[in-house]
């Protein structure tokens, strides 16, 4: 047994770090998400993928309650996510989101986009705050912005703020809402690249996106959603190869 | 590569003489279609009929500083009135012994003012400045201590009476108004109603009105032998009226703000309070200077309104003075004067304003 396999091992033993069961979710009349079961083990990457309306921003937005489900049951982390603010709270602690349009804050520079979580909600002293978003900045290969604003910035430098904000805050799973979708085609691959270094040092990832390049070199898993439901979900290779709904079959033939 | 240099040499024309120089502005600013013309020559007759008249009555024929009867035969203006009566319409009734009390005052606000423009200056310490200087400021007006004698309330007035109203009600305002926002836009329905119902009533009223209320109703619901001062009634009628329109304007700016800060700032697992300070009321206050001013500026000329309640602001010194029989038929002048002074105070804060927007710019 090598180093990988035995570490898939003991995860697979371990609790699920999120657990949606039967979950329904409606805006207004419209059921966006039906009967939506996931189970997410540490350290699994999986990519979420379908065409546009088919509520797979939504799931992913429902885990940290930017969106608040209708029926069934949100799990994070051993912590069930109901209208106590608390829990939520705790819940978004310990989920990273990055957004399709960065959302960094433009009036803060950027140590402070990243120094704010970690000061305030884990009222972590300002020094080592600092010390640490250095660090992330350094990991994600823009320290030396450290003391611009957020406008300053390109897209492709935005989004990998962005990550390194939400990795300050330590999380146990990172949410991606199609991270490279508003950027140019020469910035996609930088920010690709910091979520592939993410994923091989083993964090727990979902990932909306359309990247099917990225899906194929990373996931552990792939999900293809329509109509708010999780049509298929296989092993990368079985999905790309071998896919077995008729609408997996016509999305792919679109995309690829 | 494409340089100057390695370009294939072409010349470089001057433009025609019509476009630049004066003849070119001339051309292109005042006389470029007939009836621009026909404005620019209309203008400039009627500039000819009002300026040089003016001047002489405000500038050659005028007197600057004499007593009243030197005014009489002459035929510019007559700034005497001014300088004559300068201590009355600037600070009053406060007693003449003791007017260097309310001028150190106005000089302290102001000092602080200027010094609080400076970001840098915004740590801790300028709280405690501020509070040092509210606590002098308000002794060297009252008096009583260290030999200076009491000055009541009834006798603050002229400009030291118009800052201070307009100062503390700009002040205590702005973070009223805030929160009448924040409640305006809360989940929850107690909140929200009272907020709506608050802003819509103070909005519906006029000023007058609510001073009328604070200085003649108000005092009847009080219990017998408690009194509260008519300035500080005042005060509060203005900021209460104030408020009302600021949380309008911040309610603008809260909603201009992008669902995605909200968002993120939740993502982080900030609480609401902390997500409001940090994130959303920086932003949204930084686009809601400019609407701001406007209603600062007016409540700052609004104050002139409380001589119905017997108030003696800058406004009503001026007009006692000009009832005065040996200065009466010079209200031209003093007017002239008034409007100055109220420019000076307006331009001072829209410039104000527009540097504190500049410093706090961050390039976006």
Known sequence: MNETEKQTAENAD??????????????????????????????????ICGPSGSGKSTLIRCIN???????????????????????????????????????????????????????????????????????????????????????????????????????????????????????????????????????????????????????????????????????????????????????????????? | MNTPNTAPSREYLKPPVTEV?????????????????????????????????????AFIDSVWNTPSEACRDIEGACWSIIPQNISFIIFGFFPDGAQWRPGSAMLILL??????????????????????????????????????????????????????LSFFGMVAAYPLGVLLALGRQSRMPAIKTLCVVYIEMIRGVPLISLLFMSSILFPLFLPEGITIDKVLRAQVAIILFTAAYIAEVVRGGLQAMPRGQFEAADSLGLNYNQTMRLIILPQALKIVIPPSLGILLSAFKDTSLVVIIALYDVLKTTKVTLSNPKWTGYSTEAYIFLAVLYFICCYAMSSYSRKLEKSLHTGR
């Open chain 2, 111 to 164: 000092g602080l003012v200027f010094f609080s423009k400076n970001s840098n200056h915004w740590k801790k310490s300028l709280g405690i400045y501020w509070l040092i200087g509210i606590i002098v400021m308000g002794t060297l007006m009252y008096g009583g201590v260290f030999g200076m004698q009491v000055v009541e309330t009834a006798q603050w007035s002229g400009l030291p009476l118009t800052f201070m």
């Open chain 1, 65 to 256: 309650r930017l969106e608040e489900h209708q029926r069934g049951q949100i799990i994070v982390n051993g912590t069930e996510l109901t209208n106590d603010i608390k829990n939520i709270e705790k819940v978004r602690a310990e989920v990273g989101m990055v957004f399709q349009h960065f959302n960094l804050f433009p009036h803060l520079t950027i140590l402070e986009n990243l120094t704010l979580g970690p000061i305030w909600v884990r009222k972590t002293p300002k020094k080592d705050a600092e010390e640490m978003a250095m660090m992330y900045l350094e990991k994600v290969h823009i320290a030396e912005q450290a003391l611009k604003f957020p406008g300053q910035l390109s897209g492709g430098q935005q989004q990998r703020v962005a990550i390194a904000r939400s990795l300050c805050m330590k999380p146990e799973v990172m949410l991606f809402d199609e991270p490279t979708s508003a950027l140019d085609p020469e910035m996609i691959k930088e920010v690709l690249d910091v979520m592939i270094d993410l994923a091989e040092e083993g964090m727990t990832m979902l990932v909306v996106t359309h990247e099917m390049g990225f899906a194929k070199s990373v996931a552990d898993r792939v999900m293809f959603m329509d109509e708010g439901q999780v049509v298929e979900e296989n092993n990368p290779h079985d999905f790309f190869d071998n896919p077995q709904n008729e609408r997996t079959k016509l999305f792919l033939s679109q995309i690829l």
């Open chain 2, 21 to 57: 120089g004066v003849l070119g502005w001339l051309h292109g600013n005042l006389f470029n279609t007939w009836y621009n013309s026909v404005l620019t020559i209309l203008f400039a007759v009627l500039l000819w009929q009002v300026v040089p008249p003016f001047i002489s009555w």
């Open chain 1, 14 to 47: 371990r609790a699920p770090i999120i657990e949606v069961n039967s979950m329904h979710k409606w805006y207004g009349d419209f059921h966006v998400l039906s009967d939506i079961n996931l189970k997410v083990k540490l350290g699994e990457r999986i990519v």
